[in-house]
């Protein structure tokens, strides 16, 4: 497939927030670190850092993170500043905008994608003049 530089993948060995399978939040959080769910948010995710939403998490919301990893389900857009990973039990209804997305076979994602450039800042380089005849 095509490759360009591996962004890294959310960091899952140190999450500073859980929000638990047994847990509803309806409103905008705010946060940085590594934050897990696996329980079910409704509302919006401003998160400054690595998400990762859980196998039996539910997400119903618009995520702007760094990385975003997704095992369960989330109806929203993402807008990812890095990596965007669907794991084989991910069910993504929405658009994403990111610099990489990975889809492993099994994942479920109905919306569009749009890549960012890598160079962002840069401007194109101008056409080269055709050579005479």
Do not use: Y
Request: charged letters at 25%.
């Amino acid at each position: 497939m095509f490759k360009a530089k591996d962004a890294p993948a959310a960091n899952s060995d140190r999450v500073d927030t859980i929000i638990g399978k047994e847990t509803e939040f309806k409103g905008t959080i705010k946060s940085h670190g590594v934050l897990r769910i696996d329980g079910r948010v409704e509302g919006e995710v401003l998160h400054q850092g690595d998400l990762i939403v859980g196998a039996g998490g539910v997400v119903v919301a618009n995520i702007h993170a760094r990385h975003v990893t997704i095992a369960g389900e989330v109806n929203g857009n993402v807008d990812a500043d890095g990596r965007l990973e669907l794991v084989a039990s991910a069910r993504l209804t929405g658009d994403v905008r990111v610099n990489q997305l990975v889809i492993e076979e099994g994942a479920i994602f109905l919306g569009t994608s749009a890549m960012r450039s890598e160079d962002r800042g840069a401007q194109k380089p101008e056409p080269k003049a055709a050579p005479p005849r």
